[in-house]
């Protein structure tokens, strides 16, 4: 998106020209191809001429026009046999004393020239400046034509809005039912036509488009512009392009792509849908729909209030818990088979219309571990009957057991007195190492003051020497 600021020297100039009598005179448009200008960054308003490096074109201003008091325009018509050369800067200035007026930071556009049998293009850039009491200070009193009043600005900053309004209802991209759907007939893959939304702008494939996929793992992107020039009608670009990885760019002629990966292919051939649809609403209300189905976040049903049903195959006392289907079969069965074995049982037991008296005394008397019993009276059943140890058996075996735990203390603490015997005997042995270590040290030292004397005595002169014949053993 474009951007224009008047610079502060420019601010300076005009106010010394006004103390000295000047008209305001601005007379030269310089193009410049800037790399990596930020457009989205605000131009500082000290900014001037870029490095001659970088400018690709001057020309003189073909025309100047009123638009109010307050407001001047000025033109250049850059014709067809100029070119070739892309811009990013143009800046407005007063050619004798170099001031820079007025400069516009723009997308990169593309300059060509008739040459070689191909048509050129022909370009018209227009500033509009505006100050108070602008008409009378630089004495422009001509009209402004129509042609000279560039809406260019004005209309990018209405698309641009319509893009980015899009873009708050639809998000990076959506799509409406089955639109740009990667789909596959046999080996031909296709994209399904519809209406999608990618980057903001509305894309249309008016029929099923055919697509060749490569025997390996890929994307398919929907790739889409926004194009056209001053005199035709602004549509959407639509391509779909085959690649592992592709981001929005910028083409050569200035004009911004928007791209989206609408599918994903395995090298088997799989492929796996990447279309969001609907809205960025519906999109933000399906996710957390869906987030919330996998989540606790639910009442639970009880007796008086609604909710999400628990299930339990377990018996208990819950109230907030319904049994599954196999708990209720399991606990008719069950209550089935205790029907049944209570009516077995009943059918054993005294008739209705019998007497207590004829069951006094059993029919065929009973041992009970080993006590004869026949119903008429009671019987008294000893420790030895059953099988279970007498008291003083229960002593013996609690008098077995401390005994046997004393003799483990025992053994416990010799285990750890012989632990503190070995820890001394180990200490011991490293203050013995310690000791030979220093001796060894000593002898080295011993070795190396001898091996110094004798090395020494070496460099001596012997006493056999004689001087004048004498020896140098006396004086």
């Known amino acids: 998106m474009s951007q224009s600021i008047i610079t502060t020297a420019f601010e300076r100039w005009k106010a010394q020209e006004s103390i000295d009598g000047n008209l305001i005179v601005l007379d030269e448009f310089v193009f410049a191809h800037i790399p990596n200008l930020e457009l989205e960054k605000p131009i500082d308003r000290n900014e001037g001429l870029p490095d001659a490096k970088y400018i690709v074109h001057r020309q003189t201003v073909n025309k100047t026009g009123v638009v109010n008091q307050n407001a001047v325009a000025y033109s250049v018509t850059v014709g067809a046999e100029i070119g070739d ?33 191909q048509q050129g293009n ?23 034509e129509i042609w000279q009043i560039d809406f260019t600005a004005r209309l990018s900053g209405i698309d641009e809005m319509q893009r980015l309004i899009n873009t708050d209802s639809y998000g990076e991209a959506s799509f409406l039912g089955d639109a740009f759907l990667v789909g596959k007939t046999g080996n031909q893959y296709f994209v399904t036509k519809g209406i999608g939304y990618i980057g903001g702008l509305r894309a249309e494939l008016t029929s099923n488009q055919n697509i060749t996929v490569p025997a390996e793992s890929t994307k398919v992107y ?26 929005n760019y910028i083409d050569n002629a200035g004009f911004p792509h928007f791209v989206f990966a609408i599918a994903s292919i395995s090298a088997d051939g799989q492929i796996t849908d990447l279309r969001p649809k609907g809205t960025l609403d519906f999109q933000q209300l399906d996710d957390a729909l ?12 009880t007796l008086t209030a609604k909710g ?15 049994p599954t289907q196999k708990l209720v079969t399991d606990l008719h069965s069950s209550a089935m088979d205790s029907a049944y074995s209570a009516n077995n049982n009943a059918n054993t037991r005294l ?19 080993g006590v004869a019993f026949d119903g008429t009276q009671d019987i008294t059943l000893t420790a030895g009957n059953v099988g279970a140890a007498t008291p003083a058996q229960v002593n013996e075996a609690k008098t077995m057991a401390t005994n046997a735990q004393n003799t483990a203390n025992r053994a416990e603490t010799k285990a750890d007195n012989a632990q ?13 190492q310690k000791t030979a270590n220093d001796g060894v040290s000593k002898a080295n030292t011993a070795q190396t003051t001898a091996n110094n004397a004798n090395n020494n005595a070496n460099g ?16």
């Open 222 to 247: 929907a790739d889409v512009s926004y194009q056209g020039n001053i005199t035709s009608r602004w549509q959407t670009q639509i391509q779909l392009t085959v690649k592992p990885d592709l981001k």
């Open 420 to 432: 503190g015997t070995a820890n001394r005997a180990e200490t011991k042995a490293d203050n013995a």
């Open 308 to 322: 999400f049903t628990q299930l339990t195959d377990k018996t208990g006392s819950s109230q907030a818990l319904a």
């Open 122 to 144: 022909v370009l018209t850039r227009s500033f509009l400046l505006e100050y108070l009491g602008a008409s009378k200070e630089t004495a422009i009193n001509t009209p402004a």
């Open 351 to 369: 008739p209705s219309t019998g007497t207590a008296v004829a069951s006094q005394k059993l029919a065929t008397p009973r041992k009970i571990s």
């Open 460 to 475: 001596r002169v012997p006493n056999t020497r004689k001087v004048n014949g004498k020896p140098l053993s006396a004086d």
């Open 85 to 117: 050369f892309d811009f990013n800067w143009i800046g407005l200035l007063n050619k004798k004393s170099g001031t820079v007026a007025m400069i516009v930071h723009a997308p990169t556009q593309r300059k060509i020239k008739t040459q070689a049998g």
């Open 290 to 301: 869906k987030a919330h189905e996998k989540s606790r976040n639910h009442p639970d049903a």
